[in-house]
């Protein structure tokens, strides 16, 4: 299984990206919510879907930003910061 699960934007109907988040839950079992965008896809554009970044949101507030991707994403940096705040 590769280190990163990416549920793409094009999935469509809306169920097709709430049914892929149900498979990532089952198989890495995350100690956060994890949330599919609208079919407007306005997080991605809110978020900077382009290029592809990790990002972290708590209560609002973007809380960890990763470096854009997939060129320069970071795993390790990312497991880090999961560690030490979730």
């Not at 149900?22 to 609208?38: N, T």
């Not at 930003?65 to 795993?75: H, L, Y």
Request: contains cysteine; aromatic residues 14%.
């Amino acid at each position: 299984m590769s280190d990163l699960f990416y549920i793409k934007t094009q999935l469509n109907p809306i169920q097709e990206r709430l049914d892929a988040i149900e498979m990532f839950k089952e198989i890495s079992s995350p100690k956060f919510p994890v949330y599919a965008d609208h079919m407007n896809n306005n997080t991605s554009r809110a978020y900077g879907g382009l290029p592809e970044r990790i990002y972290v949101i708590r209560d609002g507030t973007v809380v960890y930003q990763g470096a854009p991707g997939p060129a320069f994403f970071d795993v390790a940096d990312f497991e880090n910061w999961l560690k030490i705040h979730c």
